[in-house]
């Protein structure tokens, strides 16, 4: 088995890898590394960037908005945004609604919902209650 990349899934961590660091504001990219956290602004402006570069969620078919990569691109793309210090994107929506929706949503549903979770335009969460 070889469990090394490819010369395209190379090219793509590069394209990644220059898009991360031209792409993103210099005041979310000082703030990250001064060691602070991303501020909710910093992060719905930096998916709104992504989004416009078709990379808004990553795991998603083309579809519903997604770029449609296989799990080697998901993989790279996590990993050089991850090393660009990047802000992480808005998890609830991208890997918990959105699939869902995806599985088990009318089509009204999706049509609804789903273009606004990677634009940035809804944010979605979870409520919890314990008993007692």
């Known amino acids: 088995m070889d469990l090394n990349f490819t010369a395209e899934e190379e090219a793509f961590r590069e394209e ?3 898009f ?3 792409a993103m504001p210099p005041d979310i990219r000082e703030t990250i590394e001064a060691g602070e956290r991303a501020n909710p602004d910093h992060m719905v402006r930096w998916q709104k960037i992504l989004h416009a570069k078709g990379w808004g969620a990553p795991s998603w078919p083309q579809e519903w908005g997604g770029p ?4 080697v691109r998901q993989h790279i793309f996590e990993e050089e945004s991850a ?3 990047a ?3 808005l998890p609830f929506g991208l890997r918990m609604v959105g699939p869902v929706l995806m599985k088990f949503g009318t089509e009204a549903q999706k049509h609804r919902f789903l273009p606004r979770i990677p634009s940035a335009e ?3 969460c979870q409520g919890y209650s314990e008993p007692g």
């Not at 449609?68 to 799990?71: A, C, I, R």
């Open 68 to 71: 449609g990569w296989d799990p």
């Open 122 to 124: 809804d944010w979605w």
């Open 83 to 85: 090393l660009a210090g």
């Open 20 to 22: 991360m660091r031209t």
């Open 87 to 89: 802000p992480r994107q």
């Open 16 to 18: 990644v890898r220059e």
